[in-house]
Every structure is written in structure tokens, then in C-alpha cells.
């Protein structure tokens, strides 16, 4: 099992920047390749974006594309999400995932990312 706990949630105003940890425990870290995503108020949760294994390969959303950053420390069992350029649509509960094969099968308990404009 992995446990993934995530921090550095807030409020910011439109513009800002934030950037979010997901510090995992358990498992191997290395072995599952990560994720984000994010549940904005009233809607479906959606994929932020993703990053592999090694760290060697990044994907992301449309909507979050150049202003959102993934990346990652084995060493340090973390993942992290810099989030630039942040706009009031960007508000919304953030998760970081992990899996070990074609699907995410572990999940952080959620921050909340506040954008005001």
C-alpha cells in the first residue's frame, strides 16, 4: 500500500502562484507513476496531469498546460504541482494519485485550492 498525504493549499488571487506536495509512504515510490487531479465545486473530479515513473515524461490537461508544472522526488517520496498563472476556474479540491499499472489505484485526501479575482 501507498499512503499519499498532500499540503500547501490555500487562498490566492488570481495571478498568483501556489505549489502543492504529495508526500507518499509504504510501497516502493518509485515503482508507481503519479498523478493530479482536481474536483472543482459541483462538477466531476477531472485529470490535472501526470508524471512517469523516472520523472522523464509529464502530461497535462489542456486547460492547465504552461502554467501547471508536475515533478517529482524519489529521494524524498514526494511529488510536487506548481501551479502558476492561477485563475478563479482553477479553484478546487486537488489530489494527487498513484498506480502501478494502467490505472490509479491510490489516492490522497485532498487541498484545497482557493483562486479569488
Known amino acids: 500500500q501507498v499512503q499519499l498525504v498532500e499540503s500547501g493549499g490555500g487562498l490566492v488571487q488570481a495571478g498568483g502562484s501556489l505549489r502543492l506536495s504529495c508526500a507518499a509512504s509504504?510501497?516502493?515510490?518509485?515503482?508507481?507513476?503519479l498523478g493530479w487531479f482536481r474536483q472543482p465545486p459541483g462538477k466531476e473530479r477531472e485529470l490535472v496531469g501526470g508524471?512517469?515513473?523516472?520523472?522523464?515524461?509529464?502530461y497535462y490537461a489542456d486547460s492547465v498546460k504552461g502554467r501547471f508544472t508536475i515533478s517529482r522526488d524519489n529521494a524524498k517520496n514526494t511529488v510536487y504541482l506548481q501551479m502558476n498563472s492561477l485563475k478563479p476556474e482553477d479553484t478546487a479540491v486537488y489530489y494527487c494519485?498513484?498506480?502501478?499499472?494502467?490505472?490509479?489505484?491510490?489516492w490522497g485526501q485532498g487541498a484545497q485550492v482557493t483562486v479569488s479575482s
Open positions: 494519485a498513484a498506480g502501478a499499472g494502467g490505472a490509479y489505484t491510490h
Open positions: 509504504g510501497r516502493t515510490f518509485t515503482n508507481y507513476h
Open positions: 508524471i512517469t515513473w523516472s520523472g522523464g515524461s509529464t
